[in-house]
T-cell receptor, first 112, second 115 residues
Framework: GENVEQHPSTLSVQEGDSAVIKCTYS??????FPWYKQELGKRPQLIID?????GEKKDQRIAVTLNKTAKHFSLHITETQPEDSAVYFC???????????FGPGTSLSVIP | SAVISQKPSRDICQRGTSLTIQCQVDSQVTMMFWYRQQPGQSLTLIATANQGSEATYESGFVIDKFPISRPNLTFSTLTVSNMSPEDSSIYLC????????????FGPGTRLTVL
C-alpha cells in the first residue's frame, strides 16, 4: 500500500522567513496530494492540494510543487507569520472517492 | 463545504466497556472515513464506512474491535469495543462530498480516554 514520508519532523523559523516541508510517496498510482494544517486541539484543515497533471500551485503565501517522476512533493510557505505555527500533514490518494494516506507530520514553529 | 459534527466530543471510559461515536453531516456525501490520531501522532485510517454494506478496514483494524455502521449518506457510527488504555486517542470522521474530487474534510473529533 501507499507509504508517505515527510521531513523535517520539526521546523523552527523566524517570522518573515520561508518554510519548506518535503514529502515522498511510494505508490506511482497516487495522483492527488493534499496538505492539511492542524492547530493544537483542532481538526485538520485542508489548506492546499495538487494533482498529478500540475507541477506547481500557489495560493497567496502558500505553494506546492510536485515531481511525479521522483515521487516527491513539497509545501512552501513564504513570509511566515506566528499564526502559521501548527502541525502540517502531507497526504496522498489515488482517485476520487479513495482513501487518503497521511504522512507523519511536521511541527512548524514561527518565532516572532 | 459540509458541516460535520461528532458526538460525544470527549469521554472518559472504563476498560472493558464500549463507546459508540456518531458522525453527522448536514448534506449527503459520497465517502465517509474514520481515523485515529494518537497523542502527538499522525492520522491513521481505521476504515472506510460504506453506505448499506460492511465497512472496509485497513490493515491492523478489525470489525470485532471497531464495528462501523453507515445507514445513510449523512450518518455513520464507530464503536470502540472492549476498550483498553491503548485505545485512548482522538477519533475523527472525514467526508468527501459529491463532486469534491478527492477533497476530504474532517469532523471536530472525539477525544477518548480509557482508564
Amino acid at each position: 500500500g501507499e507509504n508517505v514520508e515527510q521531513h523535517p519532523s520539526t521546523l523552527s523559523v523566524q517570522e518573515g522567513d520561508s518554510a519548506v516541508i518535503k514529502c515522498t510517496y511510494s505508490d506511482s498510482a497516487s495522483n492527488y496530494f493534499p496538505w492539511y494544517k492542524q492547530e493544537l486541539g483542532k481538526r485538520p484543515q485542508l489548506i492546499i492540494d495538487i494533482r498529478s497533471n500540475v507541477g506547481e500551485k500557489k495560493d497567496q503565501r502558500i505553494a506546492v510543487t510536485l515531481n511525479k517522476t521522483a515521487k516527491h512533493f513539497s509545501l512552501h510557505i513564504t513570509e511566515t507569520q506566528p499564526e502559521d505555527s501548527a502541525v502540517y500533514f502531507c497526504a496522498a490518494s489515488k482517485t476520487s472517492y479513495d482513501k487518503v494516506i497521511f504522512g507523519p507530520g511536521t511541527s512548524l514553529s514561527v518565532i516572532p | 463545504s459540509a458541516v460535520i459534527s461528532q458526538k460525544p466530543s470527549r469521554d472518559i471510559c472504563q476498560r472493558g466497556t464500549s463507546l459508540t461515536i456518531q458522525c453527522q453531516v448536514d448534506s449527503q456525501v459520497t465517502m465517509m472515513f474514520w481515523y485515529r490520531q494518537q497523542p502527538g501522532q499522525s492520522l491513521t485510517l481505521i476504515a472506510t464506512a460504506n453506505q448499506g454494506s460492511e465497512a472496509t478496514y485497513e490493515s491492523g483494524f478489525v470489525i470485532d474491535k471497531f464495528p462501523i455502521s453507515r445507514p445513510n449518506l449523512t450518518f455513520s457510527t464507530l464503536t470502540v469495543s472492549n476498550m483498553s488504555p491503548e485505545d485512548s486517542s482522538i477519533y475523527l470522521c472525514s467526508v468527501e462530498e459529491v463532486g469534491a474530487n478527492n477533497e476530504q474534510f474532517f469532523g471536530p473529533g472525539t477525544r477518548l480516554t480509557v482508564l
